[in-house]
């Protein structure tokens, strides 16, 4: 009983593609993120959701658009894939804003760029 | 800003021995403190965290960290490194928009 799902688990695609990354959460939690872990391990937010609403954009290029439809889900479309956007993303969730909770990740998503 | 630096980004050490990664954190408010665990093509679990109270924080699979304020340090450690141990340590700090920021990672290598 997955708590953090995340969809596709490997995603193989060429240069100026679009793709999307799924990712839901089980947990009933309010807030949801998006992480990128580069080749070397370094992970950086992305952006964060709290029950639909954006609450962090991370300087990220306006080719990722992340897309909340509901408190469970949040989904992640990146268009025209550029060789740099190669590495695994990763979708986490927590209570919620001002409570120190843990995150819950899910196992990732890696995105490769040929 | 807030940041955390890790110090190795590789430690090694052998079974049974002491297991000891360190964090130091940069931080203008009293920061919560996490330290999660990566295992090989798994997403981050959480291994402990420090928020008030008891500057001594026990976690899971034996590890625990003490949070210095003195030292801006959060160092974690564990008495006897087991082969299961091997894995990618993350140390990070959450300010209070609820944003929490990693440090770069700390491979830890157990030889037999």
């Known amino acids: 009983d997955t708590a953090v799902s995340q969809t596709p688990k490997y995603l193989v695609t060429q240069m100026g593609n679009d793709k999307s990354i799924k990712c839901e959460q089980n947990?009933?939690?309010?807030?949801m993120y998006w992480y990128k872990q580069d080749s070397k391990k370094f992970l950086k937010i992305m952006f964060s959701y709290n029950n639909k609403e954006l609450i962090i954009n991370e300087t990220v290029p306006n080719r990722f658009s992340p897309k909340s439809p509901d408190k469970a889900h949040l989904n992640l479309h990146i268009n025209s894939l550029e060789l740099g956007d190669s590495a695994v993303y990763f979708c986490?969730?927590?209570?919620?804003?001002?409570?120190?909770?843990?995150?819950?990740f899910g196992e990732g998503s890696r995105l490769t760029v040929l | 800003a807030q940041s955390v630096t890790q110090l190795g980004s590789h430690v090694s050490v052998s079974e049974g021995a002491l297991v000891l990664l360190r964090c130091n954190y940069s931080s203008s408010v009293p920061p919560y403190l996490f330290w999660y665990v990566q295992y090989p093509n798994q997403g981050l679990q959480l291994l402990l965290k420090?928020?008030?109270?008891?500057?001594l924080v026990k976690g899971i699979n034996g590890f625990e960290a003490e949070f210095k304020k003195s030292e801006t340090s959060f160092h974690l450690t564990k008495p006897s490194a087991h082969m299961s141990d091997a894995a990618e340590y993350f140390c990070a700090v959450m300010n209070r928009d609820d944003k929490i920021i990693f440090g770069k990672g700390t491979r830890l290598h157990i030889l037999p």
């Open positions: 947990l009933g939690h309010d807030t």
């Open positions: 420090y928020t008030t109270g008891a500057t």
């Open positions: 986490a969730s927590n209570t919620g804003t001002g409570i120190p909770g843990e995150l819950f």
